[in-house]
């Protein structure tokens, strides 16, 4: 069954039961506490959650990140961004839905055959509505889920990460954290030579192989170091005039900073550098939507959400975030009957 969604209200009617309000969550906040009067007509940044982490292969823990983002933005941190002397809540307008409640927690296939029922569209009618989505991690496989629903807009895709995540298959495992990137490519969602790998520092031989065939951008992590103002410089010039989608994982982050992710690893970037990366992004691009994952918490450990909620502060002092794309005569948009 097909429901058009002709109005901004119709998207809650339909969505809303599939997720955990933030304030049922362990967090019991939204994120930034901001001010529940913010409607969802309103937003311009949907935020939500997606809790998962039965493929991570190491360390466990992020199936805590929207918790240790969301309290660590509405309770330790201030909503002024310090060296931009702007409250980030004067320049967007976010509303959290919640966590997306996953049923079948522990049947891999299950799991991953509703969220691809479910996820591409909620983010594909988020963005006809005009909203960018924010979804927060949970493992890297939901970045598949999540950007496929805003495939359409052919974005530059920029991918934050001390690993490729283009492995063909990982321990007998076609869809897990380390392979969403190559079925978006082989599934024809993106082209490589639109995706820009940024700290990478971990790979193989068969997705070298594949980064090299498919032509995938890659600024690895010595690259950042050795030669920092032509990275700058560089995504400067190709994030012009472009419709961008970011996929941040806290492992770009040196393992010093990240004590809790399920695979942390040496020679990484620091914060100060992963904000100049996202400064030199063009003011002129159009952010359509993003994915901050792997951010994880345990024993009150609450640094990563830290660091990852200052990342979003940063990101949304940002025109690329305001910036709209223009939508032509799709006021009426469908989605799945749920
Ligand atoms: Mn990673």
Known sequence: MQKPLS????FLNVYHHLFKPPELTNSKYPFGDVDKKISFDDANVVLFGIPLDIT???G???????????????RQIETFVFEEKIDFRDKVKIFDLGDLILPHYHDTQKIFSYLDKVVPDINRNLSLL??????LGGEHTISYFCFKGLSYQKPLLIHFDAHRDLKPAFRGMKMCHATPFFRLIKENFIKGN???????R??????????HDERVVTFDAWNVKSKFERVLSHIRKITKNRRIYISFDIDVLDCQYVPCTGTPEPFGLDPSEIIKILNSIDDSAVLIGMDLVETALKNDDYREGTIASQILLRIFSKKYVRNQVYIPNEKSIKCRGL
Not at 7 to 10: F, N
Not at 130 to 135: A, T, W, Y
């Open 56 to 58: 991570t292969s190491f």
């Open 130 to 135: 005009n909203k960018k989505p924010l979804v």
């Open 194 to 200: 639109d995706i820009i790998q940024i700290g990478i």
């Open 202 to 211: 971990q790979e193989d031989r068969d997705e070298n192989q594949v980064a």
């Open 60 to 74: 466990k823990g992020t199936r805590n990140g929207p918790e240790a983002i969301r309290k660590t933005s509405a």
């Open 7 to 10: 109005v901004e209200s119709d």
